[in-house]
């Protein structure tokens, strides 16, 4: 067997040369649009009356809003309709709040009169849900720093140890069994893909399953942990873990996966990826299942994100060439298992 931290790396060139992407838009429904007064009745739960508002241009889940009040400053966010249960919300403040009295870098979710962390208010005949979050310093990271690689792994293996301690109820079955993509893909219409390249990775895309090993360490977890849901000081070390909303009970090394497939996607540099598990194991260390089963479950990542990129009509012809080149790699790092 062949872990990822023992293969020789080698990637074949990916020439193309010409491609014709699919024009099409992609929009999720449900989400907050926000209105001065609306906000002003949120926000009159936590005592805030004088503020303004700016929109937060990262995430496409939910409305995120940067709130600037009287010598402080909050992070709003609004849950989209049909999303999220309050159980669902209620799961994942629990859980950041488990993660920060621990000592990693979440920011607090903030009390409102009533003494809770969600907040519900009623807009058109539907009922909505809002956190009300401390504002954390920092930026975005431009890359995947040496630094930033360290900081990221550190703290993915620490709140994969934490959450076996998390004394949420577990689910009574193994969650998540199967990886197959079923949310993006059929949302393209078949007939307008007539480029025969992007024809051709769909299909591979739709046909791809991976079924997970009963045995691998399985509770909740991020899953959507990378450079964009991080924010960095100067010298690219974590000042806050942000958005859990794809928090899910599944095996640690899908949200370890999904994140090395960010790494190596925006890096371009496997050995990126190396250096991330090296730091991981230092402090939590891998089974082999789990090392055999990080190449698969990159590999359906990659697709997943290749059909949300054609959806999006972000697929040009530069990250075509890419998620190319790295379906390749992913497909032979598989198949060597």
């Known amino acids: 067997m062949i872990s990822l931290l023992s293969v020789s790396f080698y990637i074949p060139e990916v020439y193309i040369l010409s491609v014709t992407i699919i024009n099409m838009s992609f929009k999720k429904t449900g989400q907050f649009i926000a209105d001065k007064n609306v906000l002003q009745d949120i926000l009159s739960k936590y005592r805030i009356d004088n503020f303004s508002f700016t929109s937060a241009k990262s995430g496409i889940e939910n409305a995120t809003y940067i709130i600037e009040a009287t010598n402080s400053k909050f992070v709003l966010r609004v849950y989209r309709l049909n999303k999220k249960t309050l159980s669902d919300i209620k799961l994942e403040v629990s859980f950041t709040e488990m993660l920060r009295t621990n000592g990693l870098p979440v920011p607090e979710v903030i009390e409102n009169n009533s003494g809770s962390r969600i907040s519900e208010f009623q807009l058109e005949d539907n009922t909505w849900h809002a956190i009300l979050m401390e504002h954390v310093g920092g930026a975005h990271a431009e890359d995947y720093s040496k630094t930033l690689i360290h900081e990221l792994a550190t703290y ?12 949420h109820e577990k689910p009574t079955d193994l969650g998540i069994k199967i990886l197959k993509e079923d949310e993006f893909i059929h949302l393209l219409p078949k007939e307008s893909l007539t480029d ?15 079924t997970f090993d009963p045995t691998l360490p399985r509770g ?3 899953f959507d942990y990378d450079a964009e849901n991080v924010l960095v000081d100067n010298e690219d070390r974590i000042t806050g873990i942000l958005d859990f909303d794809d928090l899910q009970f ?4 899908m949200c370890l ?8 996607i925006t890096s371009d540099d496997p050995e990126t990826i190396e250096e991330y598990l ?60």
């Open 196 to 210: 025969p390249i992007v024809a051709a990775l769909i299909a591979r895309a739709e046909k791809y399953t991976y």
């Open 250 to 253: 599944a095996p640690y090394v």
């Open 220 to 222: 909740y977890s991020h």
């Open 156 to 167: 993915q293996a620490k709140f994969h140890l934490l959450s076996k301690d998390f004394t």
């Open 278 to 337: 090296k730091v991981y194991q230092e402090i939590r260390p891998l089974s082999d299942q789990e090392l055999a089963s990080i190449a698969p479950i990159m590999l359906f990542r990659h697709y997943v994100l290749a059909s949300l990129e054609l959806l999006r009509d972000d697929l040009d012809e530069e990250s075509l060439a890419l998620y190319l080149k790295y379906e390749d790699f992913l497909s032979k790092q598989t198949h060597s298992k």
């Open 257 to 264: 996966a999904y994140t090395l497939w960010a790494v190596l």
